[in-house]
């Protein structure tokens, strides 16, 4: 992984930093503090869905704001590590959050909006103001009251994160990383069939063609976005980089997808940890990985499977993870993104086995993993 800047260090903290914040001193416990952030993100998100119903209508998806809702997630969680919930609320900080972090990422959103959104939802019977229907209204008390709470509560928050807007998204990560994938799938495909048939074997598609299908950069897109946004109701955007947060989610990705435990998915997904900036790789006997990164990401597997024990991440995705094998793994793992063919166990414990691949075998074996285009995608 590559060296972080000390503003960048900054806002990553350890478990004892996170049992050690103002809430707590204020006589708030852990448990609590994390659902009340959990509470404030997902406001913060329902006001961005109403704002953006003002003027675009129905949108559920709400595609042109995930960077300021990415954004919004990140500094929620930063700003609890340095003031209390007793001394700030939900209800404050989630339409102060929003109109910053739209702002920072050039999706702004207009304060008239977010404070008639605000009012709608957390004071009922009060009025908003809304001058495109009558030029001549002027704001209502409670509208007046709402714009200066926010406006002021902005200065703060922006003290209280020493100004510091610059945020890696690990949705963006993410999705750069995976650009190009479909071809290398689609090429790793037709070279392993084409090995099947100079070996005979009409149906060797490697780890099966339909998983590798099923694996491509919109299933990446959807998916990838759903558990990144349910990872960001934790903490674990400020334990943790955003490169790891990107990859973890890969590798969650993967699991789901082609049912395979953790370990598994881990070992497929090191062979795109180059395009993360990650040092992960497979051991010689390609019976698991290994790497400077790899306690790092081993641990945030670990954080996000906690995370949803304890509800603050949805739940419902465990069923989705298949468990662990319980007998100790003798075969090597097949290879899913490169045209590369494990040594058989017999090869790796040092048995005389003969070489079967030919020249032309050998030619087709290259390896599939050729880098994509540099392509900036943003906040796609």
């Known amino acids: 992984m590559r060296q972080l800047r000390p503003v960048e260090q900054q806002w990553l903290f350890s478990q004892k930093a996170l049992e050690n914040t103002p809430s707590l001193d204020d006589g708030i416990s852990l448990e609590t503090e994390l659902k009340r952030r959990k509470i404030t993100i997902e406001y913060m998100r329902s006001l961005a869905l109403r704002a953006n119903a003002l003027v675009h209508g129905d949108d559920a998806e ?33 339409p102060t959050v ?19 959104v605000t009012i709608a939802k957390f004071e009922n019977g009060a009025k908003g103001w809304y001058p495109d229907n009558n030029p001549h209204e002027q704001p ?16 703060i ?3 209280t994160l020493c100004f510091d807007m610059g945020i890696e998204q690990p949705w963006n990560i993410l999705y750069n990383s995976v650009i190009g994938l479909d071809e290398i799938i689609s090429r790793v495909a037709m ?25 491509n950069q919109s299933t990446i897109k959807e998916l990838g976005w759903t558990l990144l ?10 334990l943790y980089p955003a490169g790891i947060i990107a990859f973890t989610t ?20 090191s062979e795109l ?23 790092m990401i081993k641990a945030c597997l670990a954080d996000i499977l906690k995370y949803m024990n304890q509800g603050l991440i949805d739940d419902g995705l465990i069923k989705y993870v298949k468990a662990e094998l319980n007998e100790e793994r003798k075969e090597p793992y097949r290879y899913r993104f490169t045209i590369k063919s494990p040594p058989r166990s017999s090869e790796v414990k040092g048995e005389n086995v003969k070489n079967t691949t030919t020249a032309q075998e050998g030619q087709a074996i290259g390896i599939a993993m050729t880098s994509a285009p540099d392509v900036l995608m943003g906040n796609a």
């Open 229 to 238: 946004s349910e990872s960001l109701l934790s903490p674990i955007p400020i």
């Open 98 to 116: 929003l109109f910053l972090a739209s702002k920072i990422e050039e999706e702004p959103l207009k304060l008239r909006h977010i404070v008639n």
């Open 273 to 295: 940890s180059e395009r993360f900036d990650l040092d992960i790789k497979r051991t010689d006997d390609n019976l698991g990985v290994q790497g400077v990164d790899l306690d």
């Open 250 to 269: 890969l590798i969650f990705l993967i699991s789901i997808i082609d049912q395979v435990p953790l370990s598994e998915s881990t070992i497929c997904a």
């Open 140 to 155: 209502t008390r409670e509208y007046r009251n709402w714009e200066k709470s926010i406006l002021a509560t902005e200065e």
């Open 62 to 94: 709400c595609l042109h704001l995930r960077g300021s809702l990415v954004v919004g997630s990140i500094l929620v969680h930063r700003f609890y590590m340095r003031k209390s919930f007793k001394d700030f609320e939900e209800t404050l900080i989630a």
């Open 191 to 215: 070279d392993k069939e084409k090995i099947g048939h100079m070996n005979g074997n009409e149906n060797e598609n490697g780890n099966g063609l339909t998983n590798q299908e099923m694996l």
């Open 157 to 159: 928050l922006l003290e």
